[in-house]
């Protein structure tokens, strides 16, 4: 069962997932890991992937990235089909991946030193993303003396160094305690509302999802597809406290029920 494919409206979406498949070769055979995936990213919606384990989620954010050739369909860019890595697009991994001799400021500029941008311009880019991520302060401190969430918070501003108009997020706060990944979660509403970015975010939290995400969409076991897309009505700005009401049950309920 599906629900619209597109987040409807009359804006063009920004990203499209067509007929996608992806099939791993190795030495014990084929492993169909996806099949027949298809769903519209409108600008600036907040989508999230559910599903079991080994469904093919992590997979499908990569070719969204650009990191993985699909074996069938494609994934376009504004109508475009994606032949690779884009400045437009940035990814956040579960792990935050930091350079341990850099200091979070050196972490954060990486990205821009290696594209070769003028000093000035990066250091008032870096100012903007400590500050937006909520790290000022700890310019710095090295990623050792950091908090899991914290170094979350630095690895988000690294993707975000290029001003990408689409942000993946491969379930960035599945190695943080409870607590923690309940405030990155806010944190991390708190920054798409302030930039306004599109976002795809893998999670295997159903209360996650619903709290952040304008669309759910539930992937079937493997060989991963679109088994269902639950639209989440929820009115925005979201504190936590809505997870305490009926309507965020209910919604929370009809994604469960769909995973099986």
């Not at 159903?206 to 995400?213: D, G, H, K, N, Q």
Request: aromatic content about 4%; some cysteine; proline content about 8%.
């Amino acid at each position: 069962m599906q629900t619209d494919l597109s987040a409807g409206g009359d804006r063009p979406p920004v990203m499209s997932v067509e007929r996608l498949s992806y099939t791993f070769n190795d030495q014990a055979g084929p492993l169909e890991a996806l099949a027949d995936i298809s769903f519209d990213v409108a600008p600036s919606e907040f989508i999230c992937l559910v599903g079991p384990s080994g469904c093919g989620k992590s997979t499908l954010l990569r070719l969204m990235a650009g990191l993985l050739r699909p074996s069938e369909g494609q994934v376009c860019l504004h109508g475009r089909p994606l032949e690779g890595p884009q400045r437009q697009i940035g990814l956040v991994f579960q792990k935050p991946n930091l350079m341990p001799w850099r200091s979070v400021r050196q972490n954060v500029v990486l990205p821009l030193e290696l594209a070769g941008a003028p000093r000035g311009q990066a250091d008032l880019l870096v100012d903007e993303l400590i500050a937006l991520v909520g790290l000022d302060g700890f310019d710095d401190a090295r990623p050792r003396s950091l908090s899991g969430g914290m170094a979350q918070r630095v690895a988000i501003a690294r993707a975000l160094i290029h001003d990408p108009e689409i942000l993946l997020l491969d379930e960035p706060f599945g190695a943080l305690d409870a607590m923690t990944r309940e405030r990155m979660a806010s944190e991390l509403l708190r920054i798409w509302s302030a930039r306004r970015k599109t976002v795809v975010m893998v999670t295997h939290s159903i209360p996650e999802a619903v709290f952040l995400a304008d669309r759910v969409l539930v992937v079937s076991p493997s060989p991963g597809r679109v088994h269902q897309i639950i639209p989440i009505p929820l009115s925005r700005p979201r504190g936590l406290d809505i997870q305490s009401s009926p309507e965020f049950a209910a919604l929370a309920g009809r994604v469960r029920a769909a995973i099986g």
